[in-house]
């Protein structure tokens, strides 16, 4: 694969913040590729010094085979000189001209003959389902069909990359979900690479063919959306994507990837050890774990191994799935099940882990330690 967007070591200072510190990473033709994080860690400044419109203080950008930024050097192309296409959250339209001038003006100012315009200005608006709607105004269409507009805009200019910041996010949820899979296929029809930057992780996991994981302006991982969340690299990936709760633990022993762990009223438990997260060689430890990989058993018998009893606090139905918050201990343990088991708020069940990860024990039960 040839990469059409590579950054090299990229490090951007505001003052004493490092938004962006020291990030590499490559993306290829037909690629859609996620940048994810809270808030604060440096997404929109990666995305911003792609585009141009930041300058790092350290590190090289090449797009499509040639470089438009290098610190070292001082090159550092404006936007306009960058092979990109962008939309952001702030979908700005503008008001006083129609659908069809709004998608043709960066063409206009390209200087693009007017046949020229009509022409590709009609594909993308066919391309998008709003073949009949190029002579309304922005005022006369909903808020997915605006932002339609501003995407049609960065398309229309035949871009090599397309850069998308947070562009669902003044969507209702309904909406939302069904412009990703518009967005996806577009990106399938075009063929066209997109950095898109989100702080969620279910648009990102749903959309991505890879995803990279930022943290205080580091990059932790990038992997397949399946690799982030099933082997995540260090403890804010593991944290940070989809959910855990954190049961405490003993570490016996650890042989190759496996370790032998005691947890729960009885006898010992082996789980599949991760061996890139800060699994201590014996004692204290905490087993995090996803909803999905903790079974219930309506049952008070849990002296077993790898078993603890627990107490069903709350549950809630989720239509094709039962989410329960369960106290095992001083834990509060969130399980999902299909929703063909449904179990009494107040019982008593055995709790049992399919798979988790054994990590050390510093502040890994800050979150499910809970109520009494
Ligand atoms: N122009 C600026 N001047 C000073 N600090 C800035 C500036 N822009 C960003 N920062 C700081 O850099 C860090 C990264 O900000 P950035 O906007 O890239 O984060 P983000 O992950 O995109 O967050 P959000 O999801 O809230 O947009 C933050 O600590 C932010 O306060």
């Known amino acids: 694969m040839t990469a059409i967007l590579t950054l090299d070591g990229l490090t951007k200072r505001y003052g004493q913040v490092t938004a962006v510190d020291n990030v590499s990473l490559s993306i290829d033709a037909n690629e859609f590729f996620s940048l994810i994080g809270p808030s604060g860690c440096g997404k929109t400044t990666t995305l911003r010094s792609v585009a141009g419109l930041e300058s790092a203080q350290q590190g090289a950008i090449q797009m499509a085979g040639r470089t438009v930024f290098d610190a070292a050097t001082r090159r550092d192309l404006p936007p306009n000189k960058r092979p990109i296409g962008m939309v952001f959250q702030s979908y700005a339209v503008w008001p006083h001209m129609n659908i069809f001038e709004n998608i043709g003006y960066p063409l206009k100012v390209r200087g693009l003959p007017r046949?020229?315009?009509?022409?590709?200005?009609?594909?993308?608006?066919?391309?998008?389902?709003?073949?009949?709607?190029?002579?309304?105004?922005?005022s006369q269409l909903s808020g997915g069909q605006q932002q339609r507009v501003a995407l049609g805009r960065a398309l229309a200019i035949e871009p090599s990359l397309l850069l998308l910041d947070e562009p669902l996010s003044n969507l209702d949820a309904k909406l939302r979900e069904s412009m990703r899979a518009e967005l996806k296929q577009v990106q399938r029809d075009t063929g066209l690479p997109i950095l898109y930057v989100t702080h969620d992780q279910d648009e990102a996991l749903a959309m991505?063919?890879?995803?990279?994981?930022?943290?205080?302006?580091?990059?932790?991982?990038?992997?397949?959306?399946t690799e982030v969340y099933t082997r995540p690299a260090t403890r804010f990936v593991l944290d940070f994507i989809g959910t855990v709760s954190y049961l405490p633990c003993e570490v016996l022993r650890r042989e190759g990837d496996t370790v032998a762990i005691r947890w729960g009223d009885a006898g010992e438990a082996s789980a599949t050890l991760e061996v890139n997260l800060d699994t201590p060689e014996r004692g204290p430890a905490s087993l995090a774990v996803r909803p999905e990989h903790v079974q219930l058993t309506a049952s008070q018998e849990a002296a077993q191994p790898g078993l603890a009893r627990g107490t069903i606090k709350i549950r809630a139905y989720l239509g094709d799935a039962w989410e329960y918050h369960v106290r095992v201990g001083d834990c509060l343990v969130r399980v999902r099940t299909d929703s063909a088991q449904a179990l009494e708020e107040g019982s008593e069940v055995a709790v049992g882990v399919r798979q988790g990860f054994v990590v050390s024990a510093a502040d890994g039960e800050r979150d499910s330690v809970l109520f009494d």
């Open 115 to 138: 046949d020229a315009i009509k022409a590709r200005v009609q594909r993308v608006l066919d391309m998008l389902g709003m073949g009949d709607l190029g002579a309304r105004m922005p």
């Open 208 to 225: 991505s063919d890879r995803i990279g994981v930022m943290s205080a302006g580091v990059l932790h991982q990038i992997g397949t959306p």
